[in-house]
C-alpha cells in the first residue's frame, strides 16, 4: 500500500481500512497526508473501465452529481502495477453506504436522486472505450449457464431458470447511459437521509431504464428472501419525479424479474467458474457455497415478486394517475 500511496503522490500512507461493501474489486480507504482517498486493486474483468469512468463521472460532476474523482499517478496514468495487480486510487467522498436501507425515507432519496441521474444522462453521447462483456445480457447468460457441466447440486435451480427467463422479454426500449449497478450498497447517505454522492462507476453502459430500475428496485426492496411492496412504493415515489416513458413504465416490472432472474445466473455461473464474486468465508466454507446460497435467495425473491405482482401492478397504475408526478 505504502507503494502505491507514493505512486499516485499522495505522500506518507497515515491508516488503511479495508471496506468489505464490494462484491468483485479489493477496497480500502486510505488516510495519507494529502487527504483520504479509496485506493482499489481492480479485477481483471473491469480494468478496462476506468478511462469511461473517468470521462463520465467529469461530466456527472460538472452537472453537480457527487462521483469519485480518479487520481493519476506521477507519469499521469489511471493505473498502477504492483505485485501482478493493477490499482487505481479516487476520492473518497462523504456518506455512508448501507446494505439496506436504515429507514424507508432512504429509499425515496435514492429514487429522486436516481431520476436526477438519469435526467442528467439523457442524450449525453461518450464512445465507450469498454464495457463489461455481456453485462446485462440476459440471454447470453442464459445460454453460458446452460452449458455448464452437470451438476446434480444445483440442477433444480438451472432448470428453474431455463423456464422462468425465456419468458421475460422487454420491447424495443429507448437507450442511454445509466449506471448498471444501483445497489444501495452504491449510494452514500448523510445522517438525515439524503444522497451525498453515487460510487462504483465501473458498470457504466447503455442500456434501458427498464433495465436499470430492475437492478435497482431489486436492491432496494429486497429483504432477506422476500420483496418488500412497501418498499418499492415509495422508491417509485421518489423516482417518479422525473419520469420515463410509457412503454419504459408498462416494462419496470418485466425489467425487475428478469434482472432478478439475470443476477441469479450470475451467481449460479460462478458456482462453476469460480472466480468472480468476493465471498464470506466466516459464513460460507467456499466462494461456491457462497454463490449457491446466492443464487437460490434470487429465486426466492423472484418468486415473492411473482406472488405480489397483482399489486405491484395496481401500484404503477395508481402513480400514473397522478399525472406529472406520476409515470
Known amino acids: 500500500m505504502d507503494e502505491v500511496i507514493r505512486a499516485f ?3 506518507t500512507l497515515e491508516a488503511a481500512t479495508r471496506l468489505t461493501a464490494g462484491a468483485v474489486n479489493e477496497t480500502w480507504r486510505v488516510t495519507t497526508e494529502q487527504g483520504v482517498f479509496i485506493v482499489q486493486a481492480l479485477h481483471p474483468a473491469v480494468m478496462g473501465a476506468t478511462v469511461d469512468a473517468q470521462a463520465i463521472g467529469q461530466f456527472l460532476l460538472d452537472q453537480g452529481i457527487p462521483v469519485p474523482q480518479y487520481q493519476t499517478t506521477t507519469s499521469g496514468d489511471l493505473h498502477y502495477s504492483s505485485g501482478g495487480r493493477s490499482w487505481r486510487v479516487m476520492t473518497c467522498l462523504p456518506g455512508t453506504t448501507h446494505r439496506t436501507a436504515p429507514e424507508v425515507s432512504y429509499l425515496k432519496q435514492a429514487g429522486q436522486f436516481t431520476a436526477r441521474f438519469h435526467q442528467v444522462l439523457r442524450g449525453f453521447k461518450h464512445h465507450f472505450h469498454f464495457q463489461i462483456p455481456h453485462f446485462h445480457d440476459t440471454d447470453y447468460i442464459l445460454n453460458q449457464l446452460q452449458s455448464c457441466p452437470a451438476d446434480s447440486t444445483v440442477q433444480r435451480e438451472r432448470d428453474f431458470f431455463t423456464e422462468h427467463v425465456p419468458t421475460l422479454v422487454l420491447p424495443p426500449l429507448p437507450h442511454q447511459i445509466i449506471h448498471g449497478d444501483l445497489k444501495l450498497s452504491n449510494f452514500l447517505f448523510n445522517s438525515t437521509g439524503a444522497v451525498t454522492g453515487l460510487v462504483d462507476l465501473d458498470t457504466l453502459m447503455i442500456q434501458s431504464l427498464a433495465v436499470e430500475m430492475g437492478d435497482a428496485l431489486r436492491s432496494w426492496c429486497t429483504v432477506g428472501e422476500s420483496f418488500d411492496s412497501h418498499f418499492f412504493t415509495v422508491a ?3 423516482y417518479c419525479q422525473s419520469p420515463p416513458t ?5 416494462s419496470l ?7 432478478t432472474l439475470e443476477l441469479g445466473m450470475r451467481y449460479l455461473q460462478d458456482y462453476f467458474d469460480d472466480c468472480y464474486f468476493q465471498w464470506d468465508p466466516s459464513q460460507y466454507p467456499s466462494r461456491r457455497a457462497h454463490n449457491l446460497a446466492r443464487a437460490r435467495r434470487q429465486i426466492a425473491v423472484y418468486q415473492d415478486i411473482r406472488r405480489q405482482e397483482p399489486q405491484l401492478q395496481s401500484t404503477l397504475l395508481v402513480l400514473a394517475a397522478q399525472g406529472e408526478r406520476g409515470f
Open 236 to 238: 417509485l415515489e421518489g
Open 9 to 11: 503522490a499522495l505522500e
Open 253 to 259: 416490472l418485466t425489467g425487475l424479474k428478469r434482472i
Open 246 to 250: 410509457t412503454v419504459e413504465r408498462l
